[in-house]
């Protein structure tokens, strides 16, 4: 039975880990002793956590540096990495910040400034941090690089290996993969050796099927209307097809949103949070959304045409029957002759069914309103222009009685204001302890966060 601290147990629990399933049970007690690992597994296996959980475990929170390092092939990856650890790491008050491409340097710089011990990072943007100087690796221990194949296939390989070479020597390194290319075998060879390998790939529970069709619109229209659906994407190819496909959904009256790389990041985030929150049950995506995105139960992925490799194909699919649920995968053909290439995609047997109803409502986990529970938070309307540092709000709750740093989280010092993680349910009274007291010799105000 792995052993964890009582505040990973703690925001495991709230998270709803209340067992650990294979991967998670095989790597997780690899980290803890900082084995350099390769780990083969599905889309949807529960990697991410199988990582954060003993990578949070071992940070030490009074390191003011970045001790962990996560490469990440896509910003929404990225984010979910940053929220994965922020949600494990909640009671350890570890702090997690994501740095990827189209967002204003000044936020991340600003994020890398203050105590920061888990970066996720596209190679990119994080390339750009090193030149500049805005980032220091010099005290990282443990490098992930997830979502390898996708990676390297989009052609970071090389800014890849510029990063590791960047990293300190002899530090601890695990890559996740869904699949096993050599391009990959040739990064393990030169910068893991020696490491633990597990191929825990399994068998996802997904059916495959497929529809024979001239008219992928109309096959489109009557997949969605017969299928017994709980939340369904659908995968373009290019951006074109994904606004095409919007405005028949539209025609039709079926509420979706969408996602591709020509839309702003701030309305793909919102998007997203539409469909993982079940307010939108659909969701056109083109494959920028087919890796890195973590949705419970989508019940359905529906390919707009045939996938142009294999992988994608994988990792497309990799969206419905995540973590021991059920899910279906459904491609739009235009003969059977495609058929012996979906085959060569699977390995399994298609089968052709008639898909339901898209009425089934399904109900979404809120892991933010879930430790909005446990975790209150604090405003001050003070930040850097007044001086103030992290270190001083501490010190001033701190000093109230009642109150100790077991009931202080994560600080957010911004320029002209600050957000303080509290808990144990003592927001209210750190409030009004504060009313007659001043932080760094200066009146501020202290108020709960809206």
Same mark, same amino acid.
């Given at each position: ?18 067992? %650990? ?46 001790? &962990? ?7 929404? %990856? ?96 695990? %890559? ?24 825990? @790939? ?20 009557? !997949? ?24 028949? %959904? ?33 969701? &056109? ?31 497309? @699919? ?41 009425? !089934? ?51 957010? &010092? ?31 105000? &202290?108020?709960?966060?809206?």
């Amino acid at each position: 039975m792995i052993k964890l601290s009582k505040e990973i147990e703690k925001a495991l629990q709230i998270m709803g880990y209340h067992t %650990l399933n294979e991967v998670q049970e095989q790597v997780i007690p690899l980290f803890l002793e900082r084995k350099n690992i390769v780990v083969q597994s599905n889309t949807g296996s529960g990697k991410t956590a199988a990582y954060a959980i003993p990578l949070c475990e071992m940070i030490d929170w009074e390191n003011l540096n970045v001790q &962990v390092l996560v490469l990440t092939c896509t910003r929404e %990856l990225s984010v979910q990495v940053k929220e994965e650890f922020s949600h494990i790491g909640k009671f350890k008050k570890i702090k997690s910040t994501a740095i990827y491409g189209k967002e204003k340097m000044s936020y991340q710089v600003n994020a890398l400034q203050q105590k920061c011990h888990v970066v996720s990072a596209t190679p990119g943007r994080l390339i750009d941090h090193i030149n500049r100087g805005t980032i220091d690796l010099s005290h990282v221990n443990y490098v992930v690089i997830d979502e390898a194949d996708y990676m390297l296939d989009l052609g970071f390989n090389e800014q890849v290996k510029e990063i590791l070479s960047y990293l300190p020597q002899n530090i601890n390194k695990a %890559l996740f993969s869904a699949t096993y290319p050599e391009k990959i075998q040739d990064l393990i060879e030169t910068y893991f050796a020696p490491y633990e390998y597990l191929n825990l @790939s399994g068998q996802l529970k997904i059916k495959h099927m497929f529809v024979e069709t001239n008219d992928a619109d109309e096959a489109l229209i009557d !997949t969605l209307d017969g299928c017994n659906a709980q939340s369904v994407i659908i995968f373009c190819e290019r951006k074109d097809e994904v606004d095409d496909v919007c405005l028949t %959904l539209k025609d039709q009256g079926f509420r979706h949103v969408k996602i591709h790389g020509d839309i702003f990041q701030e309305k793909r985030f919102e998007n997203l949070q539409k469909f993982k929150t079940g307010q939108v049950r659909i969701l &056109v995506a083109s494959d920028v959304a087919a890796r890195g995105i973590d949705i419970d139960k989508v019940s359905h992925v529906i390919h707009y045409g045939l996938p142009s490799n294999k992988f994608d194909y994988v990792h497309r @699919s990799g969206r419905t029957g995540r973590i021991n649920e059920e899910g279906n995968s459904i491609v739009l053909i235009k003969d059977r002759k495609q058929l012996q290439i979906l085959k060569d995609y699977t390995w399994e047997k298609f089968v052709e069914e008639k898909t339901s109803d898209l009425n !089934t409502r399904v109900e979404k986990k809120n892991i933010g309103k879930q430790f909005s529970e446990a975790v209150e938070k604090i405003y001050l309307n003070a930040g850097k222009e007044k001086g103030i540092r992290t270190l001083d709000i501490i010190g001033a709750f701190g000093s109230i009685d009642g109150v100790n740093q077991d009931d202080i989280g994560v600080v957010e &010092v911004l320029n002209k204001i600050s957000y303080i993680e509290i808990f144990n349910g003592k927001a209210k009274y750190i409030v009004d302890q504060m009313k007659d007291k001043t932080i760094k010799k200066k009146k501020v105000r &202290v108020e709960i966060a809206k």
